[in-house]
């Protein structure tokens, strides 16, 4: 079994001293990272009539001490045509668990989906949970994830939401929901979207994108929130966005997207894996930042995407994007969400070094 460098309190499993041997195989113009190797799908759809039948999307990873096994949250969906895939034929999104012992082989937990929609009208998860993120800390899993009003596929009004539980199956709803919301007329006006949390210090960071408008962009850019006991939350709106693709026509982000920030640390510097797409396909590129700038102070990796879609009639010929990273003293992983051209959404994992055992 890999096992992480980290105790799982920090859950990213991030490299903070010594470098594991096989990163000496990176030139020194490459970021760790940014060197992988494709390994093909661990988590399929679940089979016809199964709960995640319609789609598998945005897995968030961690080292859990209980289970002394790999846990994922993943969103699911459910399929209203069996015959056809895509946005338009999914249900309410719910939040899945799957266990593993290596990071490549993964079973999915009998009990899933663990965590659904409210069902209580006016709600902020009243049709849909999904975006899940854990962090464990004092005997509790807390659940981030974003809720949505709408049944189908992101529908309705997206906000930040938290439940906590001590055994990933009951679960308690934070009376302070929503955490986050829109708000404002900039760059988090219309949506929040994926949370992942990092601690430095005795302070959590919370790193998320949203929708909105910054210099006459319409899109989603990451930016972050600060709290001290992962309840109550302050959005740095004066410094976020922290992150904006290029839009540069032509462009791997041509689009301008910055999406789905999974954060990792090595030596003195923070390292942040996100996705954007070129208005047709989706990748994954790094950004970086100085341990002293942080959460400042991100640049944009120039060999950006270190993650590309795969080649035609392959699982992740349309898109390959949303990204969560975990690192062991063996390897660096790359999950993500792979989707086919004919639409079919699964969780897929790239690595380095090789090869994919």
């Known amino acids: 079994m890999a096992k992480p460098i980290l105790s799982v309190f920090l859950l990213m499993v991030i490299a903070r001293s010594s470098s594991p041997t096989w990163q000496s195989e990176q030139a020194k113009s490459d970021l760790p990272g940014s060197r992988l190797v494709k390994c093909g799908v661990v988590l399929p759809i679940g089979r016809h009539g199964e709960w995640d039948a319609g789609m598998v999307e945005s897995p968030a990873i961690w080292y859990d001490i209980n289970r002394e096994k790999y846990g994922m949250v993943y969103t699911g969906y459910g399929s209203t045509d069996s015959t056809k895939r895509g946005y338009k034929y999914v ?109 430095e210090g005795d302070t959590y960071y919370l790193f998320f994108n949203a929708s909105g408008t910054v210099n006459g962009l319409v899109e989603e850019f990451i930016g972050y929130a600060t709290s001290k006991d992962l309840f109550h939350w302050d959005v740095d709106d004066v410094n976020s966005p922290l992150l904006v693709g290029s839009a540069k026509p032509g462009s791997w982000d041509a689009s301008g997207r910055a999406g789905d920030p999974s954060l990792y640390k090595v030596r003195d510097k923070w390292y942040m894996a996100w996705y954007s797409w070129d208005k047709v396909n989706s990748a994954d590129g790094l950004a970086w930042t100085t341990e002293k700038e942080f959460p400042l102070g991100w640049r944009v990796y120039e060999g950006n995407p270190v993650l590309r879609i795969g080649e035609p009639g392959s699982y992740d010929d349309l898109h390959a994007g949303k990204p969560f990273i975990v690192r062991t003293k063996e390897k660096h992983y790359h999950f993500y969400t792979a989707v086919a051209l004919d639409q079919t959404r699964q969780i897929a994992v790239a690595v380095w070094p090789g090869p994919c055992n």
């Open 91 to 199: 249900t309410k999104p719910q939040i899945g668990l799957a266990w593993s012992d290596d990071l490549l082989h993964w079973e999915k937990d009998s009990r899933a989906p663990i965590f659904f929609g409210s069902r209580v009208a006016g709600s902020s998860d009243a049709e849909g949970v999904t975006g899940p993120f854990i962090w464990f800390e004092n005997g509790k899993y807390y659940l981030f994830y974003f809720g949505v009003t709408a049944t189908g596929y992101e529908k309705g009004t997206k906000t930040l939401n938290l439940a906590t539980s001590t055994d990933l199956v009951n679960w308690k709803r934070n009376d302070g929901n929503p955490l986050i919301v829109p708000s404002g007329d900039g760059w988090r006006r219309d949506a929040i979207w994926h949370p992942n949390v990092v601690k």
